[in-house]
């Protein structure tokens, strides 16, 4: 009886760390789950942890590092006009062999700012009213230059609207010890001429 019960709790134990930990066959090594995003809330926003709540790496200031950029048809832009949707790119200024990111759009109250669409390098998750950008198991080498998803903005007028990234340069010694996270913030303003404008516009027509 005693031999079964410790067998049973051996058996727990391997599929809670099976969970954990995925096994690269050909490699014959352990590796993070995590290789294909991390679990929701890991930013660094108000309120949320970053991704050191899995990784043992030191947090370090992704201003210069974190590099975000919106663009509508004509490129780049530096604000945004409701309800439309734009083209977001990540990159990182260093190129680690493996790394990793998370990312989400908030309002002055801290509320999810419109919403996002996932692309061949990302995925979209989400927890409570937020929604995240994250990294794939296809898109955390070096052989990624950038990721890239879409963000449509909110339909009504939102204010200020703020990303926080918070990317991973990992070491690729296949634990979780020695990584640097880098956590950033990218503030895009309303484009308040548009709304002047569109108001303008239907004045004149009345």
């Given at each position: 009886m005693k031999k079964t019960t410790t067998l049973i709790l051996v058996a727990l134990v391997a599929i809670l760390f099976a969970f954990q930990w995925g096994i690269d066959i050909n490699q014959k090594t352990f590796r993070p789950m995590n290789s294909g995003g991390a679990g929701a809330g890991k930013t660094g926003a108000p309120g949320e942890s970053n991704c050191t709540a899995c990784h043992a790496g030191s947090v370090m200031d992704g201003a210069n590092v974190n590099v975000l950029t919106i663009s509508d048809a004509s490129g780049p832009v530096t604000t945004y006009v409701p309800g439309n949707t734009y083209?977001?790119?990540?990159?990182?200024?260093?190129?680690?062999?493996?790394?990793?990111?998370?990312?989400?759009?908030?309002?002055?109250?801290?509320?999810?700012?419109?919403?996002?669409?996932?692309?061949?390098?990302?995925?979209?998750?989400?927890?409570?009213?937020?929604?995240?950008?994250?990294h794939i198991s296809a898109s955390n080498t070096s052989a990624v230059s950038e990721w890239l998803w879409d963000w449509?903005?909110?339909?009504?007028?939102?204010?200020?609207?703020?990303?926080?990234?918070?990317?991973?340069?990992?070491?690729?010694?296949?634990?979780?010890?020695?990584?640097?996270?880098?956590?950033?913030?990218?503030?895009?303003?309303?484009?308040?001429?548009?709304?002047?404008?569109n108001h303008s516009f239907f004045s004149e027509v009345a």
């Open positions: 083209a977001v790119s990540l990159a990182m200024s260093t190129n680690p062999q493996k790394k990793g990111f998370q990312a989400t759009a908030l309002n002055t109250s801290d509320e999810m700012a419109g919403s996002f669409s996932a692309s061949a390098s990302t995925a979209i998750s989400s927890l409570g009213n937020r929604s995240y950008a994250n449509t903005a909110p339909s009504s007028s939102a204010g200020d609207v703020t990303f926080y990234v918070s990317s991973n340069h990992a070491n690729g010694n296949g634990t979780t010890s020695g990584d640097e996270i880098f956590l950033s913030q990218h503030t895009f303003a309303e484009d308040n001429g548009a709304s002047i404008d």
